[in-house]
């Protein structure tokens, strides 16, 4: 049992160690406050008459002592160790009631602002105060926990701003709501983002999954729907829901991702990602309110290579994949169904030429002529491996040149040594869909 109150009350102790600091000056301690919410300005007069400065330290110092036996116990097999952190556990009750006592006490000194003698202002502030320590503290120590309890309700975060501008952003910790997840962990977390009901809060849910996912070392990223999710799978092109939706409605959780390189400069490269793919759901393709979630494969790749024919000539491949959601769950408050769609492909295939020396194709070596400068020509795909389309296209430069003979005169700026050339590029492309 030792080895689970141990850190417990390490951590409840060291959570309220901060605020032994902010007393140690009025600066520290308005700064503390103003975190909180209020802008109150705080002098050495209102520090001398608060009983929590006067308490704190003796207190403070107790525990630091404290900690280090357990510190040094920790991992042995002496007894001790439990009635230390039955000590710990108990100053850290006793600091709470100091900071509670704080509820009906007001200052009392004549230059004092008059929110310090107000008693609901100090009541407020021992109401915020342990929760707010205790929230920063698992912020900073221990993220991974605070972001679940950020997920499910326990933890929130309000912004402040306060009269001259400056933000904060006060945490808090709802030691009931604690309780109720213990006791219904589901209808905890479904009573928080009002699952079951139309348009529930799902970027809210997503975006603090994401952080969560962050904390723990999976960088997920918010994105728009990708196009195998709005072709019918999920939802109809035309389907009314897709209005109401934030600009990056789904998460992308990629557990698997990285570039290859394969032949080093002018040889291969491939990069692909794997991972899980959430996105609010809608009842059916076109219904109008977003009432659950979906999830699915998140699977992506791309790869470029070059290949050289001849002295200017290359073949050059680019394309990428996109399989995500081709196998997933649509999660219903009452129902559960498994949906798919076709992969999308994007790739294309050139002949990429620029001579060395331009070919002529039309007119005399010396003189006027047209010469081929650049050529390339491509053949692609794109869309749903179900329903392709085929991309032809082409690009030339061709170099329009005027090389005066030594005996012809010419006005232009031009001349045998210097000729005239213009080498416009001239593209062209076409699509077909085959059926």
Not at 7 to 25: Q, V
Not at 388 to 395: H, K, S, V
């Amino acid at each position: 049992m030792s080895a689970v109150l141990a850190p417990l009350a390490r951590g409840l102790f060291e959570a309220l160690l901060p605020l032994g600091r902010a007393l140690e000056s009025p600066a520290r301690l308005r700064l503390l406050i103003r975190q909180l919410g209020w802008d109150v300005a705080v002098s050495e007069g209102l520090l001398a008459e608060l009983p929590l400065a006067n308490e704190l330290p003796a207190l403070l110092e107790q525990g630091e002592a404290l900690v280090e036996s357990i510190a040094a116990l920790e991992g042995t097999k002496d007894d001790d160790i439990g009635g230390v952190v039955v000590q710990t556990l108990e100053l850290v009750t006793t600091i709470l009631g100091e900071i509670e006592a704080l509820d009906g006490w007001a200052a009392s000194g004549a230059q004092l602002p008059a929110q310090a003698k107000d008693p609901t202002f100090w009541a407020e502030l021992a109401g915020r105060l342990p929760g707010f320590l205790i929230a920063r503290w698992l912020r900073a120590r221990k993220p991974v926990l605070y972001e679940l309890l950020h997920l499910v309700g326990v933890v929130s975060e309000t912004v402040v701003i306060l009269d001259d501008g400056e933000e904060f952003v006060r945490r808090s910790v709802d030691w009931s709501l604690l309780s109720e997840l213990v006791q219904d962990p589901a209808g905890t977390l479904a009573g928080r983002y009002g699952w079951g009901e139309a348009d529930w809060a799902h970027d809210d849910f997503l975006e603090a999954l994401r952080r969560l996912c962050l904390s723990a070392g999976v960088r997920g990223r918010r994105e728009s729907l990708r196009a195998t999710l709005t072709e019918g799978a999920l939802y109809a092109s035309d389907s009314p829901a897709l209005a109401g939706l934030p600009r990056s409605p789904a998460l992308a959780l990629p557990f698997v991702s990285g570039r290859t390189d394969i032949g080093g400069t002018g040889g291969a490269s491939a990069w692909a990602e794997l991972g899980l793919l959430l996105a609010p759901a809608p009842a059916s393709p076109r219904g109008e309110a977003i009432t659950g979630l979906y999830l699915g494969n998140l699977s992506y790749g791309e790869a470029e290579a070059s290949l050289p024919l001849a002295e200017g000539w290359a073949l050059r491949f680019a394309g990428g994949a996109d399989a995500s959601g081709s196998v997933g769950v649509d999660l219903q408050p009452d129902s559960v169904e498994f949906i798919g769609s076709a992969p999308r492909v994007d790739a294309r295939l050139a002949i990429t030429g620029q001579p060395p020396t331009p070919t002529r194709l039309l007119g005399a070596e010396q003189g006027l002529r047209l010469e081929l400068r650049a050529l390339e020509l491509g053949l692609g795909v794109a869309g749903s491996v179900s329903d392709p389309e085929l991309i032809l296209d082409a690009a030339t430069s061709l170099g329009l040149v005027i090389e005066p003979s030594e005996a012809t005169p010419c006005s232009a700026p031009c001349s045998a040594a210097s000729p005239w050339t213009s080498a416009p590029t001239w593209p062209c492309a076409g699509r077909l869909r085959p059926g």
